[in-house]
């Protein structure tokens, strides 16, 4: 057998062949980038961020694309399969306002939702609430990564502010608890929630509208939690879930009047 017929030293003859070995070689060369680039990310992450960042595909699977956080973003925010199903819970929702929005983990999949050929009238658009001037620009960075950021507003400021002046027919709210020691108490109670405790939040959002989801703690105490269910009259529907990812625990998503068994 002639070398050039040999399959294993054979070169790409026709134009087809050698671009598709150009394409072969690109694709591997990226690969090889990325790795030496996930390296050297690896040793910068501080030792707090360490766990969240081996978990970075959880939270943004296009994590690669160029998704930007910083440290409260990487402990608080909303891993993406969590988020993509709470905002398909609220489908049929024409404004959605994340309350406190962060690095945009939930509002991204908020407006996510709207391009959904399922449910092509699902949250319309997105108010996207954020205090800190730094996350908002996180935020806007990994919507556009999404393709989203046309469905979102972004507004720097505090949500109980602003609050009065808002209009929507979903309010979610996903508040700090006070950082990655929220573990440490075996019942985690509203009074815990920051920058308020969890009965001023619900009350403020409640004046917008009864349709609220809030996400918390796995340890949250889910009977006086329901019991912000009361503050209406007559009380407003309620439901409550565990969120898993891969298995384990990571928080609890309570969903009030229409939201709840949507
Ligand atoms: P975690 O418990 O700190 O991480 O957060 P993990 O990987 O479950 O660690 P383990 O050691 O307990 O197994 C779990 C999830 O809670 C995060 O992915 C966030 O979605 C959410 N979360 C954590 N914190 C501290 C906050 C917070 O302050 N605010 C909000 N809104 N979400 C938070
Ligand atoms: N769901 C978000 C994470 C929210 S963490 C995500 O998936 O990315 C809670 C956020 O609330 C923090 O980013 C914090 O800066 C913001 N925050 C704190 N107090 C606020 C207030 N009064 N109004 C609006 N945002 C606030």
């Given at each position: 057998m002639s070398p050039a017929k040999d399959p294993a030293v054979a070169l790409p003859r026709t134009r087809k062949q050698r671009k598709r070995l150009k394409r072969k070689v690109k694709i591997k060369?990226?690969?090889?980038?990325?790795?030496k680039k996930n390296l050297k990310e690896k040793e910068n992450v501080t030792p707090l961020v360490k766990k969240y960042w081996l978990q970075r595909y959880d939270l943004f699977s296009k994590y690669d694309v160029g998704i930007k956080l910083d440290e409260e973003g990487w402990f608080s925010v909303t891993p993406e399969e969590i988020a993509a199903w709470q905002a398909r819970r609220c489908a049929g929702a024409g404004v959605v306002i994340d309350a406190f929005a962060g690095v945009g983990g939930n509002a991204i999949q908020f407006a996510k939702v709207r391009n959904s050929v399922v449910n092509p009238l699902a949250c319309r658009h997105v108010i996207a609430v954020e205090i800190d001037?730094?996350?908002?620009?996180?935020?806007?960075?990994?919507?556009?990564?999404?393709?989203?950021?046309?469905?979102?507003?972004?507004?720097?400021g505090d949500f109980f502010q602003l609050a009065p002046f808002l209009k929507g027919d979903v309010v979610f709210l996903s508040p700090p608890w006070g950082g990655p020691s929220y573990k440490a108490k075996e019942n985690f109670t509203l009074d815990l929630l920051k920058p308020k405790d969890g009965?001023?939040?619900?009350?403020?959002?409640?004046?917008?509208?009864?349709?609220?989801?809030?996400?918390?703690?796995?340890n949250i105490d889910v009977l006086q939690a329901s019991e912000l269910s009361w503050l209406s009259s007559p009380p407003l529907d309620i439901e409550v879930e565990e969120n898993f990812v891969r298995g384990y625990s990571k928080g609890i998503t309570i969903y009030f009047g229409d939201t709840a068994f949507s």
């Open positions: 060369a990226k690969r090889r980038a990325q790795k001037t730094h996350k908002v620009a996180l935020a806007l960075h990994n919507a556009k990564i999404y393709g989203v950021q046309d469905h979102i507003d972004f507004i720097v009965y001023s939040l619900f009350k403020v959002a409640q004046a917008i509208t009864p349709n609220i989801i809030m996400y918390l703690p796995r």
